[in-house]
């Protein structure tokens, strides 16, 4: 805040000076005590011109340094998440309620880096996996995967219709659902030339609907009775992101961390083949068909290698837990991480018609796989 630099103000002109500017930094909000403290003593001492000169320099120190304790204060919490008492679900909501109160101070930083230490924390958590385990599980729920994908992809754009939700939205919601959240609507949305308020709608919502799993399906899984193989399932077929999946899984137990994990990367590769199908079905307004680069997931291949590691040399086991331990503080603090990306605009973008179509979808697929493990029909 910068200071009034006249020397000096007639009385009357003063209080129709203060009785406007005063009320006005008030409803500016966040300002620090120091702030109000020297536009005080700015306005009492007016009628001394080296003091008032000496005010108008002044620049509020708290304001200076804001950024300072920000950063400071950013990395404290951050820090603070990778202890074992704070849980996935915790860690995002901190990083949410960071970004909209104080404000991301590293933004393109951690959007930059965030991916990658997601994809190293899941690369970890094969270190404690055995590959034979891994192979049964994928094969096994390879039908479950490919018929769950499709049947949620007719669904989806079926209730994007029904909703009246935009059609690209539709897919995009769709498509996050049936696969693995924002990895695959990133991936969707390049080749299909979506908009950047369609993608970031997208995201928005499954990044709430991610939150509200974290915190939801563990719940629902010890009353529902599930043991650690059911829940796993459940959380995998059911769970958008890969991070929330391993995040929701890893506070049900050993055994629903290792299904889950695995079952949701086998689920992730289908992101190849659907948007190459993508790509050949979506024509543009020209009839020209779109082209573009498929991200491949290769951090994918990394867990295996790291799971036929411990499993080829036993002796690598102890370390391997270790590393694994390890991977699953750094995935809670990518989760907060991802927390802190959001922003107050991001919110605005929200709307009702797709939020309701995501939420209706998302319900509909929980229900359904649920059911289906709970009677016995899908089972690993």
């Known amino acids: 805040m910068e200071l009034p630099t006249q020397a000096y103000i007639k009385p009357a002109a003063q209080d129709a000076a203060h009785k406007t500017v005063a009320p006005s930094i008030l409803q500016r909000g966040g300002l620090s005590i120091l702030s109000l403290i020297s536009f005080g003593l700015n306005t009492a001492t007016r009628s001394l011109p ?52 104080i404000g991301n101070p590293y933004l393109a930083t951690t959007h930059r880096y965030t991916p990658i230490l997601l994809q190293v924390s899941v690369v970890g958590l094969g270190a404690a996996m055995n590959l034979m385990t891994i192979a049964a599980v994928g094969m096994h729920g390879a039908l479950y995967t490919a018929v769950g994908i499709s049947m949620t992809l007719a669904l989806g754009l079926a209730l994007g219709k029904l909703t009246r939700t935009n059609y690209t939205t539709s897919l995009l919601l769709s498509v996050g659902t049936a696969i693995c959240g924002g990895s695959a609507i990133a991936a969707v949305a390049s080749t299909m030339r979506a908009k950047d308020h369609e993608v970031s709608l997208s995201l928005t919502i499954v990044f709430f609907l991610n939150a509200l799993a974290l915190f939801l399906f563990p719940w629902i899984g010890h009353r529902a009775g599930f043991d650690e193989n059911q829940f ?24 629903a961390l290792e299904v889950a994990t695995t079952v949701k990367l086998a689920r992730a590769l289908w992101i190849v083949p ?34 036929a590691l411990v499993t080829w040399a036993p002796t690598l086991i102890p370390a391997g837990h270790v590393v694994s331990d390890v991977s699953q503080r750094t995935l809670v603090l990518a989760l907060f991480l991802i927390g802190s990306g959001m922003a107050r605009s991001t919110l605005k973008n929200i709307r009702y018609r797709p939020f309701v179509h995501g939420l209706v979808l998302w319900i509909i697929v929980g229900s359904a796989s649920f059911l289906a493990i709970s009677t016995g029909w899908l089972k690993l």
């Open 232 to 255: 796993g399932l459940w959380s995998a077929l059911a769970i958008h992101d890969t991070s929330s999946v391993v995040g929701a899984a890893s506070q049900y137990g050993t055994k």
């Open 50 to 101: 080296p003091v008032t000169r000496a005010l108008a320099r002044f620049r509020d120190p708290i304001g200076t340094s804001k950024t300072t304790i920000a950063r400071v204060l950013f990395l404290v919490v951050g820090l603070f998440t990778l202890l074992p008492i704070i849980s996935a679900g915790v860690a995002l909501m901190m990083g949410m309620f960071f970004a909209l109160t």
């Open 274 to 307: 659907v948007v190459c199908v993508v790509s050949l079905f979506w024509m543009r307004k020209d009839g020209a068909c779109a082209q573009t680069k498929v991200k491949r997931p290769w951090f994918i291949l990394g867990f295996l290698l790291m799971a």
